[in-house]
């Protein structure tokens, strides 16, 4: 039996599709979008993936750049522990959850936050 498995070769991209979905729900997205850019199926499964962002004190704004190779409807809670200067809540249509922990929000940001509405998607 184990030269069979050693003569099948091992290659990723045969996973079915909802295995994929299913792996990539564990990988945090900072790790994520490196998978993106590989091919057209793993794009599309990526484009799947519900995410939860939690934005905690980078560096400077280049380091968001990974948020966005992802849709905006793939964020279902996000929370931000850092000012976001691009930060434009009306892009989030699927938010379920949203904690600003930050000590700035511009007007524009604050009236966005404070006429939007969180749906339940179960």
């Not at 980078?58 to 976001?84: G, K, M, S």
Request: charged share 25%; hydrophobic share 40%; proline share 4%.
């Amino acid at each position: 039996m184990s030269d069979i498995l050693s003569l099948t070769p091992f290659r990723f991209e045969e996973f079915p599709d909802e295995l994929l979905l299913e792996i990539f729900r564990y990988v945090k997205p900072v790790d994520l979008h490196s998978f993106t850019g590989h091919n057209r199926r793993i794009n599309n499964v990526i484009r799947d993936v519900k995410l939860n962002i939690n934005i905690q004190y980078p560096e400077d704004e280049a380091d968001f750049y990974y948020l966005t190779v992802f849709l905006p409807n793939q964020f279902i809670h996000l929370e931000l522990q850092y000012r976001w200067k691009a930060f434009n809540i009306s892009l989030f249509e699927e938010l379920r959850s949203l904690t600003l922990n930050c000590d700035y929000l511009s007007t524009d940001q604050f009236d966005q936050v404070s006429l939007m509405t969180l749906y339940d998607f179960s």
